[in-house]
């Protein structure tokens, strides 16, 4: 089973930058699909970011799109969440995933697959 560790989250202003870290142990990294979920409070959990295991294709929901950049260091085991640009909306909690799936009605992730999360706050 994989472990996730996420990093790199904090307060931000609107328009800043931040860069969110994860670091993957357990399973070989780049074997796999990764992402990134949020969730802000009282909401459901949604995608926000994905990379396949070659590091070859990205996808993104809309709302960051142009914003957000995911990539990985194969070397450090690592995925990465560069995100700029940053809106008050933005604020949640970031988790790091392993294997999402997409569905015709959305993505979804298994129980065991996402780290502890990271807390982004964006103010205006």
């Known amino acids: 089973q994989v472990q996730l560790e996420e990093s790199g989250g904090g307060l931000a202003r609107a328009g800043d930058s931040l860069t969110l870290s994860c670091v993957a142990s357990?399973?070989?990294?780049?074997?796999?699909?990764m992402g990134w979920f949020r969730q802000i409070p009282g909401e459901e959990r949604e995608f926000v970011a994905a990379?396949?295991?070659?590091?070859?294709?990205?996808l993104y929901s809309d709302s960051v799109k142009g914003r957000f950049t995911i990539s990985s260091d194969i070397d450090k085991s690592t995925l990465y969440l560069e995100m700029t640009n940053l809106k008050p909306e933005d604020t949640a909690i970031y988790y790091c995933?392993?294997?999402?799936?997409?569905?015709?009605?959305?993505?979804?992730?298994?129980?065991?697959?996402w780290g502890r999360g990271t807390q982004v706050t964006v103010s205006s």
């Open positions: 995933v392993a294997e999402p799936t997409r569905h015709a009605d959305g993505w979804s992730v298994s129980d065991g697959n």
């Open positions: 357990g399973r070989t990294f780049g074997t796999y699909n």
């Open positions: 990379l396949n295991w070659r590091g070859t294709n990205r």
